[in-house]
């Protein structure tokens, strides 16, 4: 069984920057797509980025394509989201989560598993 743990959340100011990590243990991510979500109080969780096992294959939400950027380190068995120009509607608690089967809707949580906890990012001045 696969565990996922997200930290690098926090408090940072409209245009600011922060990366978030997910690390695993129990398997290997090179064995896995990922992704990223994100729910707002009051909201529906909502696919931010995937990437695909190699790494090489990704996909952004509209909202934030040009200003996140997902990556993997297998040999760390981590994968990080790079987030820049941070908006305050980028508040949220993030997760990652593992793709549990083969579909085109790569960032529809329904096909995702192995949740983390999340990790708080608040975006305000």
């Known amino acids: 069984q696969v565990q996922l743990v997200e930290s690098g959340g926090g408090l940072v100011q409209p245009g600011g920057s922060l990366r978030l990590s997910c690390a695993a243990s129990?398997?290997?991510?090179?064995?896995?797509?990922i992704a990223w979500f994100r729910q707002a109080p009051g909201k529906e969780r909502e696919g931010v980025s995937y990437?695909?096992?190699?790494?090489?294959?990704?996909v952004y939400a509209d909202s934030v394509k040009g200003r996140f950027t997902i990556s993997k380190d297998n040999a760390k068995n981590t994968a990080y989201l790079q987030m820049n120009r941070l908006k305050p509607e980028d508040t949220a608690v993030y997760y990652c989560?593992?793709?549990?089967?083969?579909?085109?809707?790569?960032?529809?949580?329904?096909?995702?598993?192995?949740w983390g906890q999340g990790t708080q990012v608040t975006v305000s001045s």
């Open positions: 989560a593992l793709r549990t089967m083969f579909t085109t809707q790569k960032l529809d949580p329904q096909f995702f598993g192995s």
């Open positions: 129990g398997d290997t991510l090179s064995n896995y797509a």
């Open positions: 990437i695909g096992r190699a790494g090489g294959n990704t």
